[in-house]
């Protein structure tokens, strides 16, 4: 552990030392450092809320006060369960005590009257801890089992000093102000509804327009370089998915496969219990449909629909495909962890002398992105396989050919790289663009993959120069990845203040008064016929009251109407980076001026 950490997991032990005090019949189960805090889940008949974390506070802090010394303590494993039963802690610690290899050594840290079963490390003394906080309370299963009891998770976080406490604080303000769920209620850009499911986002017609300004934008310049757009089913045969490994790969992540009628009624007649079909489901018996979990194999069954020769290389297949992944209610998120969610997916099928140039082009295409979106601090990972790890598929040569590859594509990039072992996918290397948002949280999102192995399991082949049958070598890439998740980020990464081109509603005609209602009206006709997404406040309100509404609804540019701009046919518009009036002699003259700022894509800066 890093010397934060180590300061981060004791503090957690603090935790846990106070609650057991105030709370003694608690049964406590894991409390691990993370990036940035700790948690510890903790099984208790008082329900908290906020006002509980203040009391447990109050009480770390005297733990901390006391100064104890953490002394870390060497144990047989009879030895162990005799100390965890004489702590009261058997409910959940005996169960963590079984996960641990009979050859690896088992240690408990002893702080003052607690004690857990730890691995450690600790700091010496409590009073090294300076600076922390409880932060939250949420729900969490044991072992993230939802056939689990439901646990409490306590959040805290802890630095070295008081003033790094203070500005991650002040961030985490930052964060909840740009919050996209709070700032999709507030614009009415999607919503979440239990009746649909959990994790199901219902677009409404004002998100809808900042996914489709996206997918035009990226159409755009696919279409520019030679894709075709593809479109398939949501849904797909098991024996399709047994294919490419996706299931039961990713068996975990997926919905349950959907049988036909016809199968489950004559195995129930046969007696077949439920266990007994999904033992034959998994094994291959018995075929049923999968709910996509990726995009990747009904394009590769379009490529193999048509005979190919080298000439016809590279193939580039694009589709905004929706995908669905069976993921823990506890870890769903607003737009940026969900069940269902669209990639702008594409998949590039190339001889090999081509994958270089190839791979060049789909990063070049993640960095347009990102440029255009001002998302300029983020940093490039290359996912590589753990050798040691028997998750990944295919001829280990073909992996360091694809490895390499990458290697060479991200020298070129311009960019600080860095090597990751294990953080490849199942069927090949990538290169993810790992981006920090205005209050440096990394997320991941552009992604380009290259793959040997999925075009042989599948068989695919091109005939070349020779008049011979060779491989193709696929490239999976999604500048975007997820919509939900990349609409979601920009929503906090602008604070709802999008740029023109992207802006739910571009402009918002303020008429001073009643009369000057119908002249609105007709400004807004004509907007429209220049695809001008606009409209009409025409309550009867004072002007001041118009523009603040303007404002909290974050609008970028407002047309104040009055009685001389009505009767000169002028325009004076009031916009989010200009609170001056700026005079137009005619509408076209605005109209061009915003068309600029659309097609050019000027950005105000996020910050604002």
Known sequence: MSPLETLRHSCSHVLATAILRLYPDTQIDIGPPTDNGFYYDIDCEKKFDASDLEDIEKEMKNVIKENQKFIRIESSREEAIDKIKASGQSLYKIGRLEDIPEDESISFYQNGDFIDLCAGPHVNYTKKIKAFKLLSIAGAYHRGDENNKQLQRIYGTAFPSAQELEDYLEKLEQARARDHRKIGKELNLFHIDETVG????????????????????????????????????????????????????????????????????????????????????????????????????????????????????????????????????????????????????????????????????????????????????????????????????????????????????????????????????????????????????????????????????????????????????????????????????????????????????????????????????????????????????????????KIRKAEIEKVPHMIILGKKEAEENKISVRSRANKSLEAFDTLEAFTEALRENIIDKVLPDPQT
């Open 198 to 545: 959990s994790g199901m986002i219902l677009w409404t017609g004002r998100g809808s327009v900042i996914r489709n300004e996206l997918q035009y934008f990226i159409t755009d310049e696919l279409i520019k370089t030679g894709y075709e757009q593809v479109f398939t089913p949501h849904i797909g045969k098991l024996g399709l998915y047994r294919t490419s490994g996706h299931f039961p790969y990713y068996k975990d992540s997926q919905f349950p496969p959907v049988v036909e009628p016809r199968t489950i009624e004559e195995l129930a007649t046969n007696g077949s219990s439920c266990n007994e079909l999904s033992n034959q489901i998994d094994d291959g018996n018995i075929d049923g449909y999968l709910l996509k979990p990726m995009n990747c194999p009904m394009h590769i069954k379009i490529f193999d629909s048509q005979p190919h020769s080298y000439r016809d290389l590279p193939v580039r297949l694009f589709e905004f495909g929706t995908v669905y992944r069976w993921e823990q209610s506890g870890e769903l998120s607003g737009m940026t962890r969900v069940r269902g969610f669209t990639q702008d997916d594409a998949h590039l099928f190339c001889t090999e002398d081509q994958l270089s140039k190839e791979i060049r082009g789909c990063l070049d295409l993640v960095k347009l992105v990102f440029d255009t979106l001002g998302m300029k601090d983020y940093r490039v990972r290359i996912g590589l396989r753990d050798a040691d790890s028997n998750k990944y598929v295919g001829d280990p040569a073909l992996w360091d050919r694809a490895e390499n590859a990458l290697r060479d594509a991200a020298k070129d990039l311009d960019v600080e790289y860095t090597e990751e072992q294990g953080e490849a996918a199942f069927y090949g290397p990538k290169i993810d663009f790992v981006v920090k948002d205005v209050i440096e949280r990394e997320w991941q999102l552009g992604t380009v993959q290259v793959d040997y192995s999925l075009p042989e399991r599948f068989d695919l082949n091109y005939v070349g120069k020779d008049n011979a049958k060779h491989r193709p070598v696929m490239i999976h890439r999604a500048p975007f990845g997820s919509m939900e998740r990349f609409c979601g980020l920009l929503i906090e990464h602008f604070a709802g203040n999008f740029p023109t081109w992207l802006a739910p509603e571009q402009v918002r005609i303020l008429p001073m008064n009643d009369d000057l209602v119908e002249k609105a009206q007709e400004i807004k006709s004509q907007l429209k016929q220049y695809k001008i997404r606009c409209s009409v406040d025409g309550v009867a309100d004072k002007l001041g009251a």
